[in-house]
């Protein structure tokens, strides 16, 4: 994974701007394969002095939409060849989506969950393309500025230590900030929000009880 990083970060590197948009493109465009191009994005704003993290996230989060697209539409293309009882079965999904196709593809897409489990399902229901392309590329820009900033910043508190120790540090905060997001159940909060709305959800988290939306370890039960 460590050179897929380093090639994203050089292509990046070698294309500024450019870079960033297609190696968003490249980072979003395979279903279930998690290519680590917001890692890339976070190393190019952290040690590249005079790029501007708001310009890169823009850029990152339409790139991102527009790989995210393809998958969308390959979803659709493929529903063409559903069985009758899968017919059924989307049927049942998309009843059960209701109006929240649009806000689930904006937070799967704003956070680091696996969010072509939610854009596949889209795609094979037939969701307004539209709509689709528009939630998704908001949530995408959200991480990328957000991903954007956070490295901006690393790269300012640790341009004292000299390009290299820049680049070690940035990978180390990026590996645990990395393992933090994942350890929350995105699913959990994308039903919470559904459920409870966003006033509900502040609401658990003022009050302490964040704790329901970290992934508990599964023990394996002995045979």
């Known amino acids: 994974?460590?050179?897929?990083?380093?090639?994203?970060?050089?292509?990046?590197?070698?294309?500024?701007?450019?870079?960033?948009?297609?190696?968003?493109?490249?980072?979003?465009?395979?279903?279930?394969?998690?290519?680590?191009?917001?890692?890339?994005?976070?190393?190019?704003?952290?040690?590249?002095p005079g790029v501007d993290?708001?310009?890169v996230g823009l850029i990152s989060g339409i790139g991102?939409?527009?790989?995210k697209l393809i998958v969308f539409l390959t979803g659709w293309g493929v529903s063409s060849f559903l069985s009758e009882e899968q017919e059924k079965q989307m049927a049942a999904f998309k009843k059960l989506l209701g109006d929240y196709g649009a806000l689930a593809a904006f937070l799967f897409a704003a956070t680091p969950s696996p969010?072509?489990?939610?854009?596949?399902?889209?795609?094979?229901?037939?969701?307004?393309?539209?709509?689709?392309?528009?939630?998704?590329?908001?949530?995408?820009?959200?991480?990328?500025?957000?991903?954007?900033?956070f490295g901006v910043f690393f790269g300012e508190v640790f341009s004292g230590w000299g390009v290299l120790s820049s680049i070690i540090a940035s990978i180390l905060f990026l590996a645990i900030f990395t393992w933090i997001?994942?350890?929350?159940?995105?699913?959990?909060?994308?039903?919470?929000?559904?459920e409870k709305g966003w006033r509900g959800f502040i609401?658990?988290?003022?009050?302490?009880?964040?704790?329901?939306?970290?992934?508990?370890?599964?023990?394996?039960?002995p045979r």
């Open 1 to 48: 994974m460590e050179w897929l990083i380093d090639w994203l970060y050089d292509l990046a590197l070698k294309y500024g701007y450019l870079g960033a948009f297609i190696v968003s493109i490249l980072g979003n465009l395979l279903p279930f394969m998690p290519i680590p191009y917001l890692a890339a994005i976070f190393l190019f704003t952290a040690n590249v």
């Open 53 to 55: 993290p708001l310009v």
């Open 64 to 67: 991102g939409g527009i790989g």
């Open 115 to 149: 969010d072509d489990i939610i854009i596949i399902p889209l795609g094979l229901i037939k969701y307004n393309a539209w709509k689709f392309f528009a939630a998704v590329t908001a949530g995408k820009i959200v991480i990328s500025i957000a991903t954007s900033y």
């Open 181 to 194: 997001l994942f350890r929350i159940n995105w699913v959990k909060v994308m039903l919470m929000i559904n």
């Open 203 to 221: 609401r658990i988290i003022l009050e302490g009880r964040w704790d329901v939306f970290i992934q508990s370890k599964k023990s394996k039960s």
